[in-house]
C-alpha cells in the first residue's frame, strides 16, 4: 500500500478518537487533561515505533500519531491559562516532560 493512503487511513481514526477522549475530558474537568494524554500516549506510540518498518511509520507513526497528538491545541491550552499561572506550568511542564519519557520508554521497549 502506498504511503499516503497508509497516512490517511491512521489519520482518519487518530483525529477523531483525539477529539473523543479530550471531548470527555472537558465536560468533566478544568484541566485539559484529554490533550495531556493523548500526547503523552503519542509520545510514548511513537517512541515504541521507532524501529518500525516505513510503511507501519507511515500508518501508526505520521497518519495516526500525527493525527492524535496536538501540538496546536497544547498550545491554545496554555495561551488560555496564561490567568492560571499554576494549571499553565503544570500543563506546560507535564505535557514536555511526561511526554518525553513516555517516547524513551517507548523507545527502550521497542529495543
Known amino acids: 500500500m502506498n504511503a ?3 497516512v490517511a ?4 481514526v487518530g483525529a477523531p ?8 475530558f472537558r465536560r468533566r474537568f478544568s484541566f485539559p487533561g484529554g490533550i495531556l494524554l493523548v ?3 503519542g509520545s510514548f506510540l511513537l517512541g515504541l515505533i521507532s524501529k518500525a518498518s516505513s510503511e507501519t511509520l507511515a500508518h501508526v507513526g505520521i497518519g495516526f500519531a500525527g493525527a492524535f497528538t496536538t501540538w496546536s491545541a497544547f498550545a491554545l491550552d496554555l495561551n488560555k491559562d496564561l490567568r492560571h499561572p499554576r494549571r499553565f506550568l503544570a500543563n506546560m511542564f507535564a505535557t514536555l516532560i511526561l511526554g518525553i519519557l ?4 517507548g523507545r527502550m521497549l521497542a529495543g
Open 4 to 6: 499516503p493512503l497508509l
Open 9 to 12: 487511513l491512521g489519520a482518519f
Open 17 to 24: 478518537l483525539r477529539y473523543y477522549i479530550d471531548h470527555q
Open 39 to 41: 500526547n503523552i500516549a
Open 102 to 105: 513516555a517516547a524513551g520508554l
